[in-house]
């Protein structure tokens, strides 16, 4: 089985705008690829849901607040394209930069209080460019369903503000989290944990289990 490789916006809309003429129902999997067990759950679901699948891979410079990071992040296309062939992805939309930015972008979408908190108190800008992006994806693909992992609850939260303050015509799907064995949410940045710190993250984990299991049984 192959899979459709699509780069530009122009021979995306031009595909998808077939699949609405059939009345197909279009499931979109944002990720920025090094696709992991996390991301195929999402692809799964939506391949369950959606008679047409597409999975996008960019790595969005916005998002990042330092250009080092930008950089390490991992990039494993051909491993991620043959993941979505095997799992009977329709179609993947691998766009450069200067496809999703011709220009540098006046606009961005900045989700008050929601993005200020948590995660996003130690980030500066980082979920300003995760919701301009998702929500150019969605402009683009205009989607019945795009999935999320609870992992990122933060980030889903402000998906669905955006979809709620824009009137996006979409329904925010969010699948369970993938763990490894030893508990940790598979991520693709694991791969930059040290010793200790995948230890601490575990560690947090078991914690918070164990709270949840105390307070179920009225400890």
Same mark, same amino acid.
């Given at each position: 089985?192959?899979?459709?490789?699509?780069?530009?916006?122009?021979?995306?809309?031009?595909?998808?705008?077939?699949?609405?003429?059939?009345?197909?129902?279009?499931?979109?999997?944002?990720?920025?690829?090094?696709?992991?067990?996390?991301?195929?759950?999402?692809?799964?679901?939506?391949? *369950?849901?959606?008679?047409?699948?597409?999975?996008?891979?960019?790595?969005?410079?916005?998002?990042?607040?330092?250009?080092?990071?930008?950089?390490?992040?991992?990039?494993?296309?051909?491993?991620?394209?043959?993941?979505?062939?095997?799992?009977?992805?329709?179609?993947?939309?691998?766009?450069?930069?200067?496809?999703?930015?011709?220009?540098?972008?006046?606009?961005?979408?900045?989700?008050?209080?929601?993005?200020?908190?948590?995660?996003?108190?130690?980030?500066?800008?980082?979920?300003?460019?995760?919701?301009?992006?998702?929500?150019?994806?969605?402009?683009?693909?205009?989607?019945?369903?795009?999935?999320?992992?609870?992992?990122?609850?933060?980030?889903?939260?402000?998906?669905?503000?955006?979809? *709620?303050?824009?009137?996006?015509?979409?329904?925010?799907?969010?699948?369970?989290?993938? #763990?490894?064995?030893?508990?940790?949410?598979?991520?693709?940045?694991?791969?930059?944990?040290?010793?200790?710190?995948?230890?601490?993250?575990?560690?947090?984990?078991?914690?918070?289990?164990?709270?949840? #299991?105390?307070?179920?049984?009225?400890?």
């Amino acid at each position: 089985m192959t899979v459709e490789v699509v780069e530009t916006v122009a021979a995306l809309r031009a595909r998808l705008d077939r699949s609405r003429d059939a009345r197909i129902s279009i499931g979109l999997v944002p990720t920025m690829g090094a696709l992991h067990a996390g991301h195929i759950a999402l692809i799964e679901r939506a391949r *369950r849901e959606c008679g047409c699948v597409v999975v996008t891979i960019f790595v969005n410079p916005l998002q990042f607040d330092r250009e080092d990071d930008l950089r390490r992040y991992p990039r494993t296309l051909e491993a991620d394209l043959d993941a979505c062939r095997d799992l009977g992805v329709d179609m993947v939309f691998v766009p450069g930069d200067d496809e999703m930015y011709p220009s540098p972008p006046a606009c961005t979408v900045r989700v008050s209080r929601l993005a200020d908190h948590l995660c996003g108190r130690h980030r500066p800008g980082h979920f300003e460019g995760v919701a301009t992006v998702v929500l150019k994806l969605l402009q683009i693909t205009c989607p019945t369903r795009a999935y999320f992992g609870e992992k990122d609850a933060q980030q889903t939260a402000i998906i669905r503000r955006v979809v *709620r303050d824009f009137n996006v015509p979409v329904d925010i799907v969010e699948v369970p989290i993938v #763990r490894e064995p030893d508990g940790l949410a598979i991520s693709s940045r694991n791969v930059h944990l040290g010793r200790g710190e995948r230890r601490m993250a575990v560690s947090l984990y078991r914690v918070l289990c164990e709270a949840q #299991r105390q307070i179920e049984a009225g400890l």
